[in-house]
């Protein structure tokens, strides 16, 4: 069974950085794509970026040139690298993969990690 282990969330103060990682128990050029999603307290899942197997990759506008989807092949991992964070990308960061597996897709997510932007 597949499985996605996020990490590196934290607090972190209006400005700063954080990099998440997501670590995938098996090569992630078995899933066709990857992304991050977050949820805020109160509000829906929202997409934040995402990285076709192909390598295509964007974000959403929100966070356009702040923050930054990359992976890892030899690793089986994806980050988010998130600049100039203010307070509103204050939430729980989840990472997502998507999966053809007998003719089925199927939806893995991480446990989620907590980013809190605070001063």
């Known amino acids: 069974q597949v499985q996605l282990v996020e990490s590196g969330g934290g607090l972190v103060q209006p400005g700063g950085s954080l990099r998440l990682s997501c670590a995938a128990s098996e090569s992630i050029f078995s899933f066709i794509g990857m992304g991050w999603y977050r949820q805020a307290p109160g509000k829906e899942r929202e997409l934040v970026a995402q990285?076709?197997?192909?390598?295509?990759?964007n974000v959403v506008d929100s966070v356009k040139g702040r923050f930054t989807i990359s992976r890892d092949n030899a690793k089986n991992t994806v980050y988010l690298q998130m600049n100039n964070l203010n307070p509103e990308d204050t939430a729980v960061y989840y990472c997502?993969?998507?999966?053809?597996?007998?003719?089925?897709?199927?939806?893995?997510w991480g446990q989620g990690t907590l980013v809190t932007v605070s001063s």
């Open positions: 997502k993969a998507l999966k053809l597996t007998n003719k089925r897709y199927l939806e893995v």
């Open positions: 990285i076709a197997s192909g390598g295509s990759a």
